[in-house]
């Protein structure tokens, strides 16, 4: 037998009773998780030609959907720069994805919803505008955000470290899935006549009186510049995860790394060129767990003399506590899009020889549970948790998913949110949460 071989039978029970609760949510599904569709495509084939004016005719519960392509503007004055969004919607990238202009979610309510897929989250050609790629801020609702990508801003001078390319502050509920996040690098020197020394790297992801989870992210530090015109000086790496008072983090699988320092400088002043720290928390009545990650430090830049600087640490800690657990992380798969009688794939990955479940819900939430077990994420009705099978050995179990037309009775777009969790030695551990849009014919 192969390890994607499965029970027909739990299969069809499976699939009917989705189906069964999809026509149950239409009937009752909460503005956050129902709407119209909004379409944004650059060649005026969808409802807007801008993510802007998507935003503007989208209300709470929409799903604005977003045709592949560059909608990044030149102008740090243009609205495709910068976009704010504090009402419930779920914002999805077509295909290979948009890139689309800096963006921050704020001031969402408690049962609000904001969730963002497979993204890239650029800025202006020409920068204007200093501050993270991407903004949390005021939230009590959930913020989710999976497959998507941002990079900090990119330092201005020799004493300015890159950008972060995330900032969360004062937010209850706030969820990366397989995102890759790294800092703004230092500013690189590029000809005469403007010789400035090289800047220090940013940090990625910057963390204040929040509580967030990362799943299976890639979150890296930014580069220090490279000055090869002018005698260099040593500059560090950006740190990737940096963590003040009163948070509560969760981070499974993914990789936290600092970022490397810069090449050429004085060998007299070694440290100077540092890689940048993997995690640092720097906060009062702070934890974060890990689970299934080990932060390591950015790499040292190599000196003048051709010796290396030193390697950030992969912990720093001066206020807070951190809980390391060696276990699997576990994951939860699915496409961002689905249309009415499409088949797909549902994934479960964990430990070899457990029980793998399914919980499907419309509504999330950001339930930390202690130690190792992870964060529960379905908020109101949810079905499940229903058992599909158990691990195989190659840690993925996988499952065949479709909804026949007719589902939506009528309505253009339902999200429905899944999250995993698996049943072994380690007892139930959870996985993180993933969300895809059903769409109706014709969208």
Known sequence: MSDRSRSPL??????AALVAFAVFAVAFAPPASAGDVIVVAPDGSGDALTVDFGLQLAGPGDVVLIRAGNYQPISPFDPEGFHEVDFPVTIVGDGA???????????????????????????????GAFFEK???????????????????????????????AVDVRNSDAVTFTRCTLRGGAGITPSSPPFIVDAGPGGPAVLITDSKVAFHHCAVTGGAAGNDAIAPVVSKP???????????????AGGSVTGGKGNDGGDPGFPADAAGGDGLVLDGFFSLVRLVGVTPAGGAGGTLGDGSSAPSGEGQLVTAGAVETYGETARGTTMPALLAEGE??????????????????????????LGGKKGVFNLGGTYFGPLVLGTIPPSGLLEVPVSFPRGTLLGLEGLRLDFQTLTFGAEGLMFGNPTSTVLLGPGV
């Open 10 to 15: 739990s299969f069809k029970f499976f699939v």
């Open 134 to 164: 991407l903004g949390v801020r005021n939230c009590a609702g959930a913020v989710v955000l999976e497959d998507c990508k941002a990079t900090g801003i990119t330092g201005t001078g020799s004493a300015t470290a890159g950008l972060a």
């Open 237 to 251: 790496g950006g740190d990737a995860l940096r963590i003040f008072e009163t948070s509560t983090i969760f981070v």
């Open 97 to 127: 994805g948009a890139v689309i202009g800096m963006f921050r979610v704020q001031n969402l309510a408690a049962g609000e919803e904001v969730v963002l897929r497979n993204l890239t989250f650029g800025g202006p050609i020409f920068p």
């Open 343 to 368: 088949a797909t794939t549902l994934g479960i990955s964990g430990a070899p020889g457990e029980l793998g479940k399914i919980m499907v819900g419309i509504e999330l939430v950001h339930a930390q």
